[in-house]
């Protein structure tokens, strides 16, 4: 099992950008595919970006392609979503989750983390 814990959430203008990381715990890191998810308010949860355990494949939302990008590095067992041109409607709980194998569906990924807050205000 893997603990994730993500940080680097706060309130931003639009057009601007923030980082954020989520941390995980134990060894094994390397072996996960690595995703981001978001839930805006009285929305569902929606895929936002996925990556594979080596970092050479990734996958994208339409609604975030061209602004946010996907990273990991291993030796820090770390995962980061550089979001950049943010829109209002980027407004959610952000959450990084791990899985078997990169994925947009959230039934795919087997341990999720607490959630960090990402406000964008016109």
């Known amino acids: 099992q893997v603990q994730l814990v993500e940080s680097g959430g706060g309130l931003v203008q639009a057009g601007g950008s923030l980082r954020l990381s989520c941390a995980a715990s134990?060894?094994?890191?390397?072996?996960?595919?690595m995703g981001w998810f978001r839930q805006g308010p009285g929305k569902e949860r929606e895929f936002v970006a996925t990556?594979?355990?080596?970092?050479?494949?990734?996958d994208y939302a339409d609604s975030v392609l061209g602004r946010f990008t996907i990273s990991r590095d291993n030796a820090k067992n770390t995962v980061f979503l550089q979001m950049d041109s943010l829109k209002p409607q980027d407004t959610a709980v952000y959450y990084c989750a791990a899985g078997r194998r990169p994925s947009s569906g959230p039934g795919d990924y087997t341990n999720w983390g607490q959630g960090t807050q990402v406000t964008v205000f016109s």
């Open positions: 990556i594979s355990r080596s970092g050479g494949w990734t």
């Open positions: 134990g060894r094994t890191f390397s072996i996960y595919a």
